[in-house]
T-cell receptor
Framework: DTAVSQTPKYLVTQMGNDKSIKCEQN?????MYWYKQDSKKFLKIMFS???????INETVPNRFSPKSPDKAHLNLHINSLELGDSAVYFC??????????FGPGTRLTVT | AQSVSQHNHHVILSEAASLELGCNYS??????LFWYVQYPGQHLQLLLK??????LVKGIKGFEAEFIKSKFSFNLRKPSVQWSDTAEYFC????????????FGQGTTLQVKP
């Protein structure tokens, strides 16, 4: 009965590779988000989708491409991974603009 | 640009001590305010939120926060902390009528000694 789930939980890969992180929510929410938490635990929004439509696109390298096949899923694909991409990536969902529910996070390590 | 500032980066308390974590934001318009907690190895959970109404809001696990509009502050309080409150605490703001984008503070690490 997990509300917001992410896969994988851990991802270790080499520089230059392409990887994807998947997110699913079973709360019936319309809006989903991706946040990046850096090594100092600072959280910053990357993207947001509302009903499969991109509504927030922060200053993120275009190597990052979100995709929302339906409103319950928001995936994050990263091309040509760099050392600086190492972080914990959190998916979240909300109904309207209010309280956001976060997933467990995906710890990405780029070597 | 809007920002959120948490004054205490690392707080160490003994059990039963009182807690107050500071949070200030920079935005002159209407805001929604949140405190999230991240226990070790877990995801963020909402502690409490303020949208409108009574500026003193109560959350889960005995936490409360007070919105003081004139000071652009939303400080988190708990009268008596427990060892299980050891966690990372994040203050966050979203702009009313906006897309729901949360702007987070840098977080405060709370360590409670038994």
């Amino acid at each position: 009965d997990t509300a917001v789930s992410q896969t994988p939980k851990y991802l270790v890969t080499q520089m230059g590779n392409d990887k994807s992180i998947k997110c699913e929510q079973n709360l019936g929410h319309d809006t989903m988000y991706w946040y990046k938490q850096d090594s100092k635990k600072f959280l910053k929004i990357m993207f947001s989708y509302n009903n499969k439509e991109l509504i927030i696109n922060e200053t993120v390298p275009n190597r990052f491409s979100p995709k929302s096949p339906d409103k319950a899923h928001l995936n994050l694909h990263i091309n040509s991974l760099e050392l600086g991409d190492s972080a914990v990536y959190f998916c979240a969902s909300s109904q309207s603009i209010y309280e956001q529910y976060f997933g467990p996070g995906t710890r990405l390590t780029v070597t | 640009a809007q920002s959120v500032s948490q004054h205490n980066h690392h707080v160490i308390l003994s059990e039963a001590a009182s807690l107050e974590l500071g949070c200030n934001y920079s935005y002159g318009g209407t805001v929604n305010l949140f405190w999230y907690v991240q226990y070790p190895g877990q995801h963020l959970q909402l502690l409490l939120k303020y949208f409108s109404g009574d500026p003193l809001v109560k959350g889960i696990k005995g936490f409360e926060a007070e919105f003081i509009k004139s000071k652009f502050s939303f400080n988190l309080r708990k009268p008596s902390v427990q060892w299980s409150d050891t966690a990372e605490y994040f203050c966050a703001v979203s702009l009313s009528g906006n897309t729901g984008k949360l702007i987070f503070g840098q977080g405060t690490t709370l360590q409670v000694k038994p």
